[in-house]
């Protein structure tokens, strides 16, 4: 029965977006309404569909349903029922099927929350979400289908990929990346619509702008909770190895961010429209690449999910996206000619676009360096590798000088700015910098690009808290009050100039993490018996021997460690290995102590499988990789307070203020 719900709602949705994405620009072409609603009705129903399949789908699960095609795959007796709900997208059918409701739900919430508010350019954003649904759909009734059907059913499933199971991060990781890359499609809705409505005022940069701003929210705290997961489970001590599928997911934050301060530009000074549309589009084709690159099986990866023919629909879908866009663009090219200019080198707008140039870039140099193996085992029939050094080597100096725009950047005004004023806001970030740079080289610190991101990090946190003390000071000068009373008022009279500033001090904060821990990382490798112990840094690591213990889905191996500061006893670590029945290696699964001056890092690299009596460890010290972590939900939050609804003071009746004024 599961399996018939199943099927039957995944077709139906699909029916229902071709029928919806038909009818509502027909209705918006010969103004019938009746068939403008039955295109809105079309996008609702879906949405109620589709979550149907996926409960459907997570009962089959839990219920052991072995007879639907993808819980045999990825379904088992001795997964956990944490594991066994989560794994509704550990695998390329279930992942499809999530993908499916997210979308199914930002189209139903798109079209509510800006209904009969954007006329035909509404419409034509509805028909362009359900047109994206229904390839979706599709691939749900062909290529990706969960609920075929397995008979004989077996008795029980192999369970959901190790790595997948192996951290509840696992949890967290692909939702909020399936929200963010959705996300991306209702901004890229909007636009397509503005497009072919001919309204390319800024009514779609206003629709669109919140959804793009949640969208890239939820896409930061995706990729950073897989840079957390990555370091928790891989066993390897860091956090991005510039795998394929990071870069994927990195490649549209880049666009994203790109465009959410290049739209500032085009609000306040009417410029960029051609680009700004270049950037959306360009945003929502990097998403599909992203999922065609992790889902294809092109690539090997520990995110890849499969091999087949999957890959040619993605491909075509591209194509015709791009194409779409491409053409309507051009069409439009006359009425999208640059109204603004740029006053003065000296202003905001500047460090926008210096901004934006850098992003794009970045985002170019990251595509090459993902796509170039691709190409050239097509082209000439060798596999290629580009590895970590050209990523780093390319985008190090690129992250520096954004660090640097960062710091400028909210020191200057629109238009034209005053140098005089300017001077006295560069002052106290410029010895803020200068200060850094000296300590970090009395200290002994020699590495180029270290001492200047650590420098321009000084300069980019002090020129951003700068802004909220003067801001701060600013309103209680002229309002009276406290410092917290004036700070709320300052945040709450401008939330989103404010969030951003908080998101860029999430960013400065998880970019000194970032440096600290790759300039000041300390490693060791050694082979101990019960007993011995390793010393490195300020800690000394003692092996009291291994210990075993059997779980419902998996056996684990793993070494007692007790951990020495300067000779004291501070705790004891259990880095181990998971033994799963599906896979003939080992997952390892390092212990993690962390500190906020910095983290230590165990992993099991081998042991003696006779008795127990040797372990092979390494042994890393992290320093302040903590601060990763927190920078990223810093981020998230200050972007997310930017679009908070906030109640707006009431005013006052007209004979109130008339007698307030003195006039009655």
């Not at 350019?121 to 759909?137: E, H, Q, R, S, V």
């Not at 210990?547 to 191996?557: A, H, L, N, Y």
């Amino acid at each position: 029965m599961l399996r018939l719900i199943g099927s039957f709602t995944v077709w139906a949705s699909l029916a229902l977006a071709v029928y919806g994405m038909i009818a509502g620009i027909a209705g918006v072409r010969t103004r019938n309404a009746a068939l403008s609603r039955s295109a809105r009705a079309a996008s609702y129903t879906i949405f109620a569909l589709m979550t149907v399949s996926n409960l459907a789908m997570i009962a089959a699960l839990v219920t052991h349903d072995f007879s639907v095609e993808y819980v045999s795959q990825v379904g088992s007796r001795a997964t956990p029922l944490f594991f066994t709900v989560i794994s509704l997208w550990s695998a390329l059918e279930g992942s499809i099927l999530f993908w499916g409701w997210v979308l199914a739900g930002y189209t139903a919430a798109a079209l509510y929350f800006t209904r009969d508010r954007l006329g035909p350019m509404g419409a034509y954003a509805n028909a362009t979400m359900l047109g994206i649904g229904a390839f979706f759909y599709l691939l749900l009734v062909r290529p990706a289908d969960p609920w075929g059907l397995v008979s004989p059913a077996p008795m029980d499933g192999p369970g959901p990929n190790p790595l997948l199971q192996n951290h509840p991060l696992m949890a967290i990781h692909p939702p909020f990346l399936y929200l963010g890359y959705v996300g991306m499609s209702v901004p890229f809705s909007f636009a397509i619509g503005a497009l072919l409505s001919g309204r390319l005022d800024d009514t779609w940069v206003r629709a669109s702008r919140k959804w793009t701003v949640f969208a890239w929210s939820m896409l930061s705290l995706a990729i950073m909770a897989g840079m957390w997961w990555s370091y928790e489970v891989l066993g390897w001590g860091g956090y991005w190895a510039w795998d394929p599928v990071e870069n994927a997911s990195f490649l549209p934050w880049l666009t994203a961010t790109a465009f959410l301060h290049s739209v500032m530009v085009q609000e306040r000074r009417d410029m960029l429209r051609v680009w700004n549309l270049s950037l959306v589009i360009s945003t929502f084709l990097l998403t599909i690449l992203g999922t065609f690159l992790t889902r294809s099986g092109v690539i090997s990866s520990v995110h890849a999910f499969t091999e087949g023919t999957i890959g040619l629909y993605f491909l075509s879908f591209i194509a015709f996206v791009l194409i779409f866009s491409l053409a309507l663009l051009a069409g439009r090219s006359s009425e999208l000619r640059k109204h603004g200019h740029l006053d003065s080198l000296l202003s905001r707008e500047t460090v926008f676009m210096v901004n934006n140039l850098l992003l794009t870039a970045f985002t170019f140099t990251v595509l090459l360096g993902t796509l170039f193996p691709l190409v050239a085992e097509a082209v000439r029939g060798v596999k290629v590798t580009v590895g970590a050094p050209f990523f780093n080597r390319m985008t190090v100096p690129i992250m520096v000088a954004l660090l640097f725009l960062m710091g400028v950047g909210p020191m200057l005004p629109w238009r034209v700015a005053n140098v005089e004023e300017l001077k006295r806001k560069l002052l106290i970030p410029t010895l803020a910098m200068v200060l850094t740079l000296g300590t970090a080289l009395v200290l002994g610190m020699r590495d180029f690009w270290g001492l200047l991101a650590f420098a321009f990090a000084a300069f980019a946190l002090t020129g951003n808290v700068q802004e909220y003390v003067r801001g701060t000071a600013a309103r209680r000068r002229a309002q009276g009050g406290g410092w917290l009373r004036a700070f709320g008022g300052l945040i709450n009279a401008n939330p989103r100039r404010y969030g951003g500033y908080f998101a860029h001090v999430g960013l400065i904060i998880a970019a000194i993490g970032i440096t600290a821990s790759t300039v000041f990382r300390a490693e060791r490798q050694a082979t101990l018996r019960v007993g011995e112990s390793v010393t490195i840094e300020q800690y000394t690591v003692r092996f009291d021997g291994m210990r075993t213990q059997q779980e419902p889905q998996r056996f684990v191996v793993g070494a007692h460690v007790t951990v020495f500061v300067e000779g004291t006893a501070v705790g004891t670590m259990f880095p181990r290995l998971n033994f799963y029945n599906m896979s003939a290696e080992p997952v390892a699964t390092p212990a993690v102590r962390t500190r906020p001056n910095a983290d230590l890092y165990l992993t099991l690299l081998a042991f003696n499988e006779q008795d127990g009596s040797t372990a092979t460890l390494s042994v890393i010290v992290e320093p302040l990789v903590g601060w990763i972590w927190v920078g990223g939900f810093m981020v998230t939050i200050g972007a997310l307070f930017g679009i908070w609804p906030r109640r707006r003071a009431t005013p006052a009746p007209a004979g109130a203020r008339k007698r307030a004024a003195g006039v009655a």
